[in-house]
């Protein structure tokens, strides 16, 4: 008897797992959550590592400040925007100029298809 009582009272002393706040799911994070400032920042970085595969890819890259515009050797372009998507918790997406959604930024490899993809379906210029 005096077991249960002593394991029953090294239980009181646990804290409640019900009592403590709710860990966050850091990998559904969001970026929009942070200063605008940081937002910026984590456009910048995404562009930056997509241009570099896209020149990796032999494409000419111009990065600017929240979009870049890849080219390929027939004169043809894509512009390319790093934007959160409030509809998927903030979290950093590629998009197409407009606003109209390529990938989450973090799937940088599918962001590289869908622009080669796009630059092929325009006519080059002759």
């Known amino acids: 008897m005096e077991r249960m009582d002593a394991r029953r009272d090294r239980s009181e ?3 409640n797992p019900m009592d403590m706040p709710a860990k966050r799911d850091e990998s559904r994070s969001s970026c929009a959550e942070g200063r605008p400032a940081d937002l910026d920042e984590s456009r910048r970085r995404a562009l930056h590592e997509l241009a570099g595969l896209l020149r990796g890819q032999r494409y000419t890259v111009t990065v600017h400040s929240l979009h870049l515009i890849t080219q390929d050797e027939n004169g043809r372009s894509v512009e390319v925007w790093a934007q959160s998507r409030p509809d998927d918790g903030g ?7 407009g606003g109209i959604p390529i990938c989450e930024a973090a799937h940088t490899a599918d962001a590289v298809v869908s622009v080669k993809r796009a630059l092929r379906s325009i006519p080059h210029k002759h």
């Open 91 to 97: 979290r950093l997406w590629f998009t197409w100029a």
């Open 13 to 15: 002393d646990q804290p």
